[in-house]
């Protein structure tokens, strides 16, 4: 069975620091690429970060730009998200999600939805 399994988040000060690990299991991880994406209340749902397995190559959001760096470790089919200079409207339910890679020029196509898989998220609450 294929499972995604997110995991890291919690409460903090803005300012403050989370990682986030999404563990997979499954399927062939160098064939995928996995991103992270986010819902917050009263909000649709908005792709942060992706990372193409096989080389690592990978996406950001404008709004977490120089803040979040997502990174792979093939060895234990887990994705990170560390995030960085938190603020209060990064509060949201993170969700991390699979995709089959087909080796798109521009990483952030690799994450475009419909995604293949899903984990259960996890909720980050930046206080002010």
């Known amino acids: 069975d294929v499972q995604l399994q997110a995991s890291g988040g919690g409460l903090v000060q803005a300012g403050g620091s989370l990682r986030l690990s999404c563990a997979a299991s499954g399927f062939t991880f160098d064939d995928y690429a996995i991103g992270w994406f986010r819902q917050a209340p009263g909000k649709e749902r908005e792709g942060v970060s992706c990372?193409?397995?096989?080389?690592?190559?990978?996406y950001y959001t404008d709004s977490v730009k120089g803040r979040f760096t997502i990174s792979s470790d093939n060895a234990k089919n887990t994705v990170y998200l560390q995030m960085n200079s938190l603020k209060p409207e990064d509060t949201a339910v993170y969700y991390c999600?699979?995709?089959?890679?087909?080796?798109?020029?521009?990483?952030?196509?690799?994450?475009?939805?419909?995604?293949?898989?899903w984990g259960k998220g996890t909720l980050v609450t930046v206080s002010s």
């Open positions: 999600a699979a995709k089959r890679s087909w080796g798109y020029y521009n990483t952030m196509h690799e994450c475009r939805n419909p995604m293949n898989y």
């Open positions: 990372i193409r397995s096989r080389d690592g190559s990978t």
